[in-house]
């Protein structure tokens, strides 16, 4: 199975009304676990964040894909 890139956040429970609206209410839950942290504080969570993350994809490929994905992007915006 290939890296999903399209958006595919959804509560499994019940429909939404927008599309973007689980992704929307990710993003807030993501930003509220970091507020008032310190930096250090903070990436730890994201480290702890991560490695759970992964652990439940379990497939290397895919995890695989995601790194080199993320590095390009790092690329990209280092350069801009």
Same mark, same amino acid.
């Given at each position: 199975? !290939? $890296?999903? $890139?399209?958006?595919? %956040? #959804? @509560? !499994? ?5 927008? /599309? @973007?609206?689980?992704? &929307? /209410? %990710? @993003?807030? $839950? =993501?930003? /509220?676990?970091?507020? &008032? ?8 969570? *994201?480290?702890?964040?991560?490695? =759970?993350?992964? *652990? #439940?994809?379990? /497939?290397?490929?895919? =995890? ?17």
């Amino acid at each position: 199975m !290939p $890296l999903n $890139l399209q958006s595919n %956040f #959804h @509560y !499994p429970d019940k429909s939404s009304q927008r /599309d @973007y609206s689980a992704g &929307d /209410d %990710f @993003y807030q $839950l =993501l930003i /509220d676990s970091h507020r &008032d942290l310190s930096d250090e504080a903070s990436a730890s969570l *994201n480290a702890r964040l991560i490695l =759970l993350l992964a *652990n #439940h994809i379990g /497939d290397l490929n895919i =995890l695989q894909e995601a790194l080199r994905l993320a590095a390009e992007n790092k690329e990209s915006a280092q350069s801009v």
